[in-house]
């Protein structure tokens, strides 16, 4: 559904042409590009923001996909790169179905509202890594989370690889990982029925291996690059050189504190104004995920607790991918307040805890009187609709602004 309305609009918006998949391709599909095309370069000390010159800011799975899709398709990584997104926005699409399937068919047509009407899930269609992520770190956790006492060999192996794609993906990919190998581990221990063997016992668990996988493939995928720019440039933290040089990254519990609580909006620094628009939403984004995983927090403590006492392990560790995705948000918000680009990137940088929200969420956490009423019912699913309606225009707008290469955050 969201591909079709990606094409619709891209063709509406160029009526006059053909529109080429290299119209998805634009802004940091650059800098993967470059990767795809000539590899990684860099002097030392790295050059600011330089592709041809200096491109080691990027994790590489998906330029290394996109540069697999070239030879295969024949084509130039500026048009394979957004094939891989939409393939993989498929797997995305796959990996939510398996994880919400047991749920009411009332509260899956409300999550997969929600992640429609994201303002930042078109980029999931255009050149950048978010739906390699999104995909391996949602089927990944949709292998771990299923039921089946054994996995196959099969599984196994595409379990692990899932968690080498996500941590070649991006730097906080082993947060999902290690809550699940922590989740599962405390499940094993508690619930061990008298059972000798103590640690060893917990480490033989069927769950507790899945999710060790897991966590060592991402481990091994994020180690592999540090490794590899160890070897290349002599420097294994060269990544963090370049980010710090290039966009003035820094991670700052601190200076995030001060922006949330103290700004209205996010400084507009010199954008134009349709810049400080998703900018500004950008911050509402983060402002309302922020007081949100408060709320999830509790409720989820006291349904972990009491599925830990009734041997429940389904909804345990969904209520350790809830834990997740509260410090993946506490990451990346934290990692995102340099002076130059500060919430530059608060749309795309917090969708993974949305997703991960959107497929942990318990029906019970849902307020009692929501529930129960049909008149509070009716009213939250009216103020849901018009919440949603004006982040999906949003959402077309910077699709627009996007395909006609114009920033957004």
Request: with cysteine; charged share 15%; aromatic share 16%.
């Amino acid at each position: 559904m969201l591909l079709a309305w990606i094409a619709t609009k891209v063709a509406y918006s160029f009526r006059g042409e053909f529109p080429e998949i290299s119209l998805l391709c634009k802004w940091d599909c650059g800098w993967y590009e470059s990767i795809a095309r000539q590899g990684y370069l860099s002097p030392i000390p790295p050059l600011f923001q330089d592709s041809e010159h200096s491109n080691v800011a990027f994790f590489p799975a998906y330029p290394l996909l996109g540069r697999l899709a070239a030879l295969l398709l024949g084509v130039p990584p500026v048009r394979s790169l957004p094939v891989v997104s939409i393939v993989f926005a498929v797997l995305v699409s796959a990996a939510i179905a398996r994880l919400i399937a047991s749920e009411s068919r009332a509260s899956r047509l409300v999550r997969l509202a929600i992640l429609v009407a994201y303002p930042a899930t078109f980029y999931l269609f255009v050149s950048y890594s978010e739906s390699v992520y999104l995909a391996a770190m949602l089927a990944g956790a949709s292998l771990f989370l299923d039921g089946a006492e054994k996995r196959s060999g099969v599984g196994f192996a595409m379990l692990g690889a899932f968690g080498v794609v996500l941590g070649a993906t991006r730097l906080t990919g082993f947060v999902i990982p290690f809550f699940l190998l922590a989740a599962a581990a405390l499940f094993a221990w508690v619930r061990r029925h008298g059972r000798r063997g103590g640690a060893l016992s917990v480490a033989r668990e069927e769950f507790t291996a899945r999710a060790a996988l897991f966590l060592g493939g991402a481990a091994a995928g994020s180690l592999a690059f540090f490794a590899f720019c160890a070897l290349r440039f002599g420097h294994w933290n060269l990544y963090f050189w370049q980010v710090s040089l290039g966009w003035y990254k820094e991670f700052s519990p601190a200076k995030a504190w001060v922006l949330l609580t103290t700004h209205p909006f996010p400084p507009s620094l010199d954008y134009q104004l349709l810049q400080v628009q998703s900018r500004s939403l950008s911050w509402m984004v983060i402002a309302t995920l922020t007081g949100f995983s408060v709320y999830i927090a509790i409720r989820a403590f006291f349904t972990a607790k009491r599925a830990l006492t009734e041997g429940d392990r389904s909804n345990f560790l969904r209520c350790a991918l809830a834990y997740a995705a509260i410090v993946h948000l506490f990451i990346v918000v934290c990692g995102d307040v340099g002076p130059w680009d500060a919430w530059g990137n608060g749309l795309r940088y917090p969708m993974p805890t949305v997703f991960l929200f959107a497929v942990a969420w318990r029906d019970e956490w849902t307020p009692t009187f929501i529930r129960e009423n049909r008149v509070a019912r009716f009213v939250a699913y009216v103020a849901l609709a018009v919440v949603l309606a004006f982040l999906f225009r949003n959402q077309v707008g910077y699709l627009d602004r996007f395909i006609r290469n114009e920033w957004v955050s």
